[in-house]
C-alpha cells in the first residue's frame, strides 16, 4: 500500500507521484481506509498488462471513488464488475501476467502459533503440486498421529499398509494436504536439496530451546527463521534431528575464536544464534530472524582490528548493519560484560557534536518477552498468593488445635492426623483441615466400608 498510495524522492531529488493517484488522494482525505486500499489495488494488480493505458487510468479513478462511499466488501464486487469491463472475452490475459501476480505468502504466527499460507500460483505450479499431492496426500499417508502410517508416496508403500493406515485416517482432505506438504518439505531436507549453506547457517531446521523447558516439556522452541514451536514438537523433531550443545560459560570444542579471521564460521553462527538474544537482529525492536541476519563485529570494526570471536559478535540484519558507523546519526554498539544483559548488543545513537549528554544505549526486548512475562507472572502470583501464615503459638495455638479436632460430623480426632492449611480463595483465605488418616469409625461403618470393597465400589 505504501508504494502504491505514498509520494516519494528519487536520488536526484525528483517527486515521485503515487502509482495509484486518486486511490492516494482519497486515503489522504480519510474517506478511504487502509482496508479499501488493499481490496483496490488487488483488483487494479489484476488488470491485464495489454489494457490500453488510458482504460487503466479510468479504472483506478473508479475503484477509488467508489472506495469513498463503499465497504470493502463491495469493493471486491464492484472490481470484479470492472475487471470484466476491462477484458470481457478473457482474450487479454497472457503469461506476462500470470508471472506478475505469481507469489507465495507466509503469514506471521497468531495466538495460537499458527501461520496462514496465501499466493497465486502459475498454472505449471498448480500442476506440480498437484501431482504431489495426489501421491503424497492420498487417505492414510505420511499421517503424524499414526505412527504405522507409511511416508513418501503412495506409489511406494505397501498397498495393505496403505489401506489398513487409511481405515484408520481421520482426516479430511485439506489436512491430508498440509501433512503431505510438510512430508515433502521435510524429505527434501533430509536428502540434502538445496544450498549448502544459508548465510553461514546448515540448509536445516535450526531449533534454540533450553534444557530446563525440555525437561519440564513447557514452553516454546524458537527456529532459525523465527518461527515459534511448541515444546512438545520439538521434543518430537529432536528424535530425527543432530543435537547440538552449547555451553557459554566454558570453552567447547567449537572453533569459536578466530582472531583476524574476516567471517564467522558455521559453528559461531550456531553458537550465536544460540546465545541469549540470538534469535532475531540485536538492534531494538528489529524482528528479523537470525536466519536473515548478518554477523556484526558488535565492539570493533573489523576494519580497525576488530576481532571476529564470539564474545565480540553479534546478529545484525544488512540493514541496521550499514548503520552503524561514527557520524551523527548513526550507530554505535558495544557488548555488555556484566549486569543482567551480559552477553548482550547494545546500540546507541550517535549525538550531534557538542551534545551535553549522549543517548541512553538500547537493547532488541523482543528475545526477551517470554522471559519477562514468567518473571512478571510469578510476582502477581506471590503477591495473590502469599504463603501461609507460620503456625500460631501459646494459647492461640490451643484454641486452633480445639477447633481442628473436630470433623464434620462432631468425632473428634487426634491432632497428629491432621494438617491444617490455608488456601487463597477469592481476595480471602479458607482454613482447610486435611485428615491425613482415615477415621476408625464405628463398627457398623467399618463393616459397610468392608462390604463396598468387596463388590469393587
Partial sequence: QLKATATFHTFTGEVAAPKYPALAEAMASGAAGSSHAAVVIDVLDRIPAAVPFDEKMSAEATMARY?????????????????????????????????????????????????????????????????????????????????????GSREDADPEQVAAAAARDHRDQVQRNHDALEAVLRAGLDVGLGPQSHRGLP???II????????????????????????????????????WLAVFDDHTNLPLYL?????????????????????????????????????????????????????????????????????????????????????RCWWRKNTPVGAAT???????ALPDVGATYTAALA????????????????????????????DDRGSMLPTDRLRRTRV??????????????????SPVENRLAQLLGDHGL
Fill in 67 to 151: 472506495a469513498r462511499t463503499h465497504t470493502p466488501s463491495d469493493l471486491r464486487i464492484l472490481g470484479a464488475r470492472v475487471l470484466a469491463h476491462l477484458d470481457p472475452d478473457g482474450q487479454l490475459t497472457d503469461d506476462s501476467d500470470r508471472q506478475r501476480r505469481r507469489q507465495i505468502r507466509i503469514g506471521r504466527q497468531d495466538a495460537q502459533k499458527m501461520s496462514g499460507l496465501s499466493g497465486q500460483m502459475t498454472p505449471t505450479l498448480t500442476a506440480h503440486l498437484e501431482a504431489v499431492l495426489a501421491a503424497w496426500a492420498a487417505p492414510g499417508m505420511n499421517n503424524p498421529a499414526d505412527p504405522d502410517s507409511p511416508t
Fill in 203 to 205: 540448509p536445516h531446521l
Fill in 208 to 243: 534454540k530451546a533450553s534444557l530446563s523447558e525440555l525437561i519440564a516439556q513447557t514452553g516454546m522452541g524458537v527456529t532459525a527463521t523465527g518461527t515459534l514451536l511448541p515444546i512438545r514438537d520439538v521434543i518430537a523433531l529432536a528424535a530425527q534431528c543432530q543435537p
Fill in 259 to 343: 582472531g583476524r579471521a574476516r567471517l564467522a564460521s558455521q559453528g559461531q553462527r550456531i553458537a550465536l544464534f544460540a546465545k541469549d538474544g540470538g534469535e532475531y537482529c540485536s538492534f531494538p525492536g528489529c524482528t528479523q530472524p537470525a536466519a536473515h541476519v548478518e554477523i556484526h563485529h558488535a565492539t570493533k570494526d573489523h576494519a580497525k582490528g576488530g576481532l571476529t570471536n564470539i564474545g565480540d559478535l553479534a546478529p545484525a540484519c544488512g540493514k541496521h548493519n550499514r548503520m552503524v558507523g561514527d557520524k551523527p546519526g548513526q550507530f554505535t554498539t558495544g557488548i555488555y560484560r556484566d549486569g543482567p544483559w551480559a552477553g
Fill in 358 to 364: 549522549p543517548n541512553p544505549k538500547r537493547t532488541n
Fill in 379 to 406: 510476582r502477581f502470583r506471590a503477591e495473590l498468593h502469599p504463603p501461609p501464615d507460620p503456625p500460631p503459638s501459646g494459647a492461640a495455638a490451643s484454641a486452633d488445635t480445639d477447633l481442628a479436632e473436630r
Fill in 424 to 441: 487463597p480463595i477469592g481476595h480471602g483465605y479458607y482454613d482447610l483441615v486435611e485428615i491425613l488418616t482415615p477415621d476408625p469409625g
